[in-house]
């Protein structure tokens, strides 16, 4: 390292080393002022857009014909939670409506199109529930089989034991009902109990 003894020396390095490298160390100023106003200004988008998207979802779900409202919406949104949030209030609304192939629509909609683990774990439970209702058994027990986080193991082990109950299939469906009340689904949902305590009687009374 080059030592400057007097003060001349120093203001005369400093000089030089302005003349060199000015134009890069002004470039470089510029440039992490530019990035550092870039990054607020892609924050302050960010929150903006997200306002707007909840301020949006507010407004379809308080519509009263979300169901005819939601493709327009998920087209709109469909970078977002939103979409997906959309597509569950449709679903639950062409349920209610009886229009189970609607409801499936966007159920799949769900599946194929959200990044968080837990709604699309969401989303295929409730896509399973529809299928079965539509009559289709195998395809909904398939969707039950699809990977999804621990946590929701034991309501699609409750929703397999449902499917297999309708089949006639009570060995079946009280496996079921046991490997979900092995995972704790009793905990939060009672009936389940019932429903194996009732399938165990109906053993024992055959």
Do not use: C
């Not at 001349?8 to 002004?26: D, H, M, T, V, Y």
């Not at 597509?87 to 609304?93: C, E, G, L, N, Q």
């Not at 699309?120 to 539509?134: E, G, S």
Request: net charge negative; proline share 1%; aromatic share 6%.
């Amino acid at each position: 390292m080059e030592i400057y003894s007097t003060e001349e020396q120093q203001a005369e390095a400093i000089k030089r080393f302005f003349r060199e490298n000015g134009i890069s160390l002004a470039l470089g100023i510029v440039l992490g002022l530019g990035g550092l106003y870039g990054w607020k200004a892609y924050n302050a988008h960010q929150i903006s857009s997200a306002e707007a998207a909840s301020d949006a979802f507010n407004k379809y779900v308080e519509n009263d014909d979300v169901l005819a409202n939601s493709d327009a919406f998920i087209k709109d949104n469909a970078d977002s939670n939103y979409a997906v949030l959309a597509a569950f209030v449709a679903a639950k609304k062409a349920v209610e409506e009886k229009q189970l192939d609607k409801a499936a629509e966007k159920l799949n909609w769900a599946v194929d199109n959200v990044k968080n683990d837990e709604l699309k774990a969401t989303a295929l439970l409730r896509l399973a529930r529809v299928q079965a209702a539509q009559g289709q058994a195998e395809q909904a027990l398939a969707t039950l089989a699809k990977a999804m986080p621990a946590s929701f193991a034991a309501q699609a082990a409750e929703i397999k034991g449902d499917i297999k109950l309708a089949q006639g299939d009570s060995e079946a469906a009280r496996a079921a009902y046991q490997e979900a009340v092995d995972q704790g689904g009793a905990d939060n949902n009672p009936l389940l109990q019932v429903k194996l305590d009732d399938l165990a009687k109906a053993a024992s009374v055959n």
